[in-house]
């Protein structure tokens, strides 16, 4: 079965930038689905960032858009995502997901902690 | 489309009937909804999906429903694991979005 892990700094500086890699096992990232990533501020709900398809054409959250970019590596089967000019509100933990027939998430990494701070 | 759960917090035991609404700010076309379950420290997990089609693996004392604007997640009889956080999340329009959360507590 699909299994996805995160791995990334867990410390950026204010005004740096963020980047996480999620890596596929268990399955091809070029298998007809899209690839996602999620966050969630501490204590707070969860906010959908952006998403992927394996041809490399992606869609952002309009909140984001002007920020992030969403990668995909078909050759280490895994995408990643970049997020630029991070304050402490881009502070939370990050999830990527599979998105299932284009519609909801499943399964879902583990999450990774992130933390803006200088 | 904003997603609003309600109650924020529900405290009931265990064996008691659990009912979670989530209402969308306008109709989610083709009932695109799904409801996931957080437990703390775990990342979601994928309950229901089109609104009322159960994932694999999950038990069949929880049940979705509804169309529109309106949303239902139903557990039957509450288990002892069964205590969370829900979330609903809508993928009928861009951006996908996502319900604040229902926090499902013991009482």
């Known amino acids: 079965q699909v299994q996805l892990q995160e791995s990334g700094p867990g410390l950026v500086k204010p005004s740096g930038t963020l980047s996480l890699t999620c890596a596929v096992s268990g399955g091809s990232i070029s298998s007809g689905n899209w690839w996602s990533w999620v966050r969630q501020p501490p204590g707070k709900g969860l906010e959908w960032i952006g998403e992927?398809?394996?041809?490399?054409?992606?869609n952002y959250n309009p909140s984001l858009k002007s920020r992030v970019t969403i990668s995909v590596d078909k050759s280490n089967n895994q995408f990643s995502l970049r997020l630029s000019s991070v304050t402490a509100a881009d502070t939370a933990v990050y999830f990527c997901?599979?998105?299932?027939?284009?519609?909801?998430?499943?399964?879902w990494g583990q999450g990774t902690q992130v933390t803006v701070s200088s | 489309i904003v997603l609003t759960q309600s109650p924020a917090t529900l405290s009931l035991s265990p064996g008691d009937r659990a009912t979670l609404s989530c209402e969308a700010s306008r109709s989610v076309s083709g009932s695109f909804l799904a409801w996931y379950q957080q437990k703390p420290g775990l990342a979601p997990r994928l309950l229901i999906y089109d609104a009322s089609s159960r994932a694999t693996g999950i038990p069949d004392r929880f049940s979705g429903s509804g169309s529109g604007t309106d949303f239902t997640l139903t557990i039957s009889r509450l288990e002892p694991e069964d205590f969370a956080v829900y979330y609903c999340q809508q993928y009928g329009s861009s951006p996908r979005t996502f319900g604040q959360g229902t926090k499902l507590e013991i009482k």
């Open positions: 997901a599979r998105v299932r027939f284009g519609n909801w998430f499943d399964p």
């Open positions: 992927i398809y394996h041809s490399g054409s992606p």
